[in-house]
């Protein structure tokens, strides 16, 4: 079955300093992933998505993210955060069906001045 | 640009009271989902459809029905309501899930079994 780990729970970075949000995935096929963001009280945006073609995706907002294969790894990054960045961060793994999509438990970045 | 849209945005129900949160979307799309978040938890699929009439259960069906009798709408309905089932719900939609197509979200619907 499908799966999808968020190394971390909770992020803290300093505004201007890189972020990296880490997502492990188990899959016994080619999954889509995808990373949302939600913002306190709202819906969850869509950042980036990978759907086999290039490795390394770029996104909204200046983030982007690298499908690694051999490490069954899909980390978010971005070279500096802004205060607007803090929010809460799902990777995603589409189902095999390709019917639903399957969510991490979250990785919550806080961003100090 | 309405895209998916889920009323009501806020409700306290009693214990065994009976709800439906509505779902409608106007992007003509075949796929639509609800999912509920609990904190800590990420999203969980409750149902979903992938056109009118046709319908399947998700990872957390118990408590829950949904009906698509229609392209644009997909309701989910509580029948008797528990507090397990206090949660924040979200309705999607996609064309479909191959080569990626981008799911949307409505903005949520905060539910209080009380």
Redesign the interface.
Same mark, same amino acid.
């Given at each position: 079955a499908q799966s999808v780990t968020q190394l971390d729970?909770h992020v803290s970075v300093s505004e201007g300093t890189p972020v990296l949000l880490r997502c492990n995935y188990s899959s016994s096929y080619s999954p889509?992933l995808?990373w949302y963001v939600q913002h306190p009280?709202? &819906?969850?945006? $869509?950042l980036l998505?990978?759907?086999s073609a290039a490795t390394l995706v770029k996104g909204i907002n200046g983030f982007e993210a690298e499908f690694k294969k051999s490490e069954t790894s899909f980390h978010l990054t971005k070279p500096s955060a802004h205060m607007s960045d803090a929010a809460e961060y799902?990777c995603v793994v589409?189902?095999q069906a &390709?019917?639903? $999509?399957?969510?991490?438990?979250?990785t919550t970045l806080s961003v100090s001045s | 640009n309405a895209g998916v849209t889920q009323t009501p945005k806020f409700r306290i129900l009693k214990i065994g009271q009976s709800m439906t949160l509505q779902c409608t979307q106007d992007m003509n799309h075949n796929y639509m989902y609800w999912y509920r978040q609990d904190p800590g938890m990420g999203l969980k699929l409750i149902y979903y459809s992938v056109g009118a009439g046709i319908t399947d259960k998700g990872e957390v069906p118990n408590g829950y029905n949904v009906s698509r009798s229609t392209t644009e709408d997909f309701p989910l309905r509580l029948e008797l309501a528990a507090p397990s089932q206090t949660s924040v719900y979200f309705c999607a939609s996609s064309l479909s899930l191959d080569t990626g197509n981008t799911i949307y979200f409505g903005e949520g619907s905060w539910l209080t079994v009380v």
């Open positions: 729970s889509s995808f009280n709202k &819906g969850l945006q $869509l998505k990978y759907t799902f589409s189902n &390709g019917t639903a $999509l399957i969510f991490g438990k979250g | -």
